[in-house]
């Protein structure tokens, strides 16, 4: 006969070891950006990690903007905006085919076609944060908040996550808000270049 003990410690071992797979194996985020997360554990600085989520496109001698990288699930260069706990948001969709940015606007659960931009109207558009010119905030760390927030989104303690920028930590909150609306706004954004 089994001591009941043992039969509790390996039902905990066993739970423990779920809990372990779920933390390693995170479905909130796209896989790529769950590699460059744990590049940013590698990292020692905040510098470092500047380009790690996010590159510099130049668009012309004047504008140069700073676009969330592309992953398998969304293949286009993006920024994303949200507002009032990502009820609303604003999907900037850079593609390169048109020399355009398609916005996208979801106001609760219905996203809409808010523009179509040429390259030379995008300054007009693309929020100011995103500019290069205003790359100073990249270094900053991530507020306490941010990495709880940040922490609850990808379902992992806080103390699991890597120090992070204040704008790669942004970036993760909101792509774990976008990521169940992924698959839709892609085929959105087909349709739109599609019908271009």
């Not at 020399?99 to 659960?109: C, D, M, N, T, Y």
């Not at 100073?136 to 120090?163: C, D, F, G, N």
Request: glycine share 0%; proline share 5%.
């Amino acid at each position: 006969m089994v001591p009941m003990r043992l039969i509790l410690t390996q039902k905990r071992m066993k739970i423990n070891l779920q809990t372990a797979e779920k933390i390693c194996s995170n479905y909130t985020l796209p896989k790529e950006l769950n590699t460059r997360l744990r590049c940013v554990m590698r990292q020692k600085s905040y510098t470092d990690q500047i380009d790690t989520f996010s590159m510099v496109f130049p668009h012309s001698e004047e504008t140069a903007v700073r676009w969330y990288l592309h992953h398998q699930e969304m293949p286009y260069m993006h920024i994303l905006e949200t507002h009032n706990h990502g009820n609303t948001m604003f999907l900037y969709v850079w593609v390169p085919r048109l020399r355009s940015a398609v916005i996208l606007e979801k106001q609760f659960s219905t996203w809409d076609l808010s523009a179509v931009v040429s390259e030379t109207a995008l300054l007009d558009h693309i929020p100011n944060r995103f500019l290069e010119s205003n790359a100073a905030w990249l270094k900053k760390p991530a507020s306490k908040s941010q990495m709880y927030t940040a922490a609850r989104q990808l379902l992992m303690p806080v103390h699991r996550i890597p120090k992070l920028t204040a704008f790669n930590a942004q970036l993760i909150i909101q792509t774990s808000i976008l990521k169940r609306h992924l698959q839709y706004v892609c085929r959105l954004v087909e349709e739109i270049i599609e019908d271009r």
